[in-house]
């Protein structure tokens, strides 16, 4: 499989994201940052200012490098290198693009993005937080129901320089380290041996509430799947390791008071 190594330009305007419309090609219509390969002989940045003049008819700034993607499509590997980057006025270059947005935090997911670059989405509304509520699990914490942790290195990092708010809905209730393990069944929150937990687990949804709700939070990091935290899909009830699509309990509530979700599984 062919493998190529290609830049991208995340360029900045105060709160706002540059995304551009693909205009030819196999992936004509995808969204994607600005960019492209990296010729022989030419070292990223070089790359990626030549890139921008052909693409948007500009001279950026790279300010800092930001993150690395691999991924692979069905015909070909890409390594996508991403830089945060400065722009004055540009004229895109209709062979290539012929559309380009300033997109907020919250208008991210508003454009179809090609599957590389919604990696980089996810990492941006991060990016572009300064009040986030974590899940205590994520930051090392030893709260699951097993006594383990899901420290996730790669969130930590992104989290530098942000006000952080690690949060655990279980432990706010008082639930023991170990305990049972629960999933949600029939909208309850049960354990394998039926065992009704929900009025347990609301309460610590509360007081989690409670704890954040006048901080002003503009997102939350929560671990993926939980009963409590799971912000796309969670376990069936059925302690299988079946997935369905669904919210866990503190992810919901968070949605539902206008506060953006995400797990570390979308920044993989």
């Not at 493998?3 to 305007?13: N, P, Y």
């Not at 004055?88 to 991210?108: G, P, R, S």
């Not at 990696?119 to 030893?142: F, P, R, T």
Request: glycine residues 6%.
């Amino acid at each position: 499989m062919k493998s190529i190594r290609v830049v991208a330009a995340i360029i900045k305007d105060k709160d706002k994201i540059l995304a551009t419309k693909r205009s030819y090609g196999e992936f004509k219509g995808g969204w994607e940052f600005p960019g492209g390969k990296i010729e022989e002989g030419e070292d990223k940045k070089t790359a990626l200012i030549r890139e921008i003049k052909e693409e948007l008819n500009a001279n950026i700034e790279i300010d800092s490098y930001f993150a690395t993607i691999d991924y692979t499509y069905p015909n070909f590997h890409m390594i996508m290198d991403c830089y945060i980057c400065n722009i004055d006025d540009f004229v895109i270059n209709e062979e290539i693009h012929d559309e380009a947005k300033w997109l907020t935090k919250d208008e991210l997911d508003s454009v179809n993005w090609l599957t590389a670059d919604e990696k980089i989405v996810n990492k941006l509304k991060i990016y572009l937080s300064s009040k986030i509520a974590v899940s205590a699990c994520l930051l090392g914490d030893n709260c699951k129901y097993n006594g383990k942790n899901n420290y996730n290195e790669e969130i930590e990092h992104l989290l530098k320089d942000k006000e952080v708010y690690k949060i655990c809905p279980e432990i706010l209730t008082g639930l023991s380290i170990p305990r049972k393990p629960v999933e949600i069944k029939d909208n309850k929150v049960i354990t394998q041996d039926n065992e009704d937990m929900t009025e347990i687990f609301l309460h610590g949804v509360d007081m989690a509430w409670k704890k954040l709700k006048d901080k002003n939070i503009d997102l939350a990091i929560l671990k993926a799947n939980s009963p409590t935290c799971g912000s796309k899909t969670i376990y069936d009830g059925t302690f299988s390791h079946t997935l369905v699509e669904g919210n866990g309990l503190f992810a919901k509530l968070l949605k539902d008071n206008k506060i953006m979700v995400i797990s570390e599984k979308d920044i993989e």
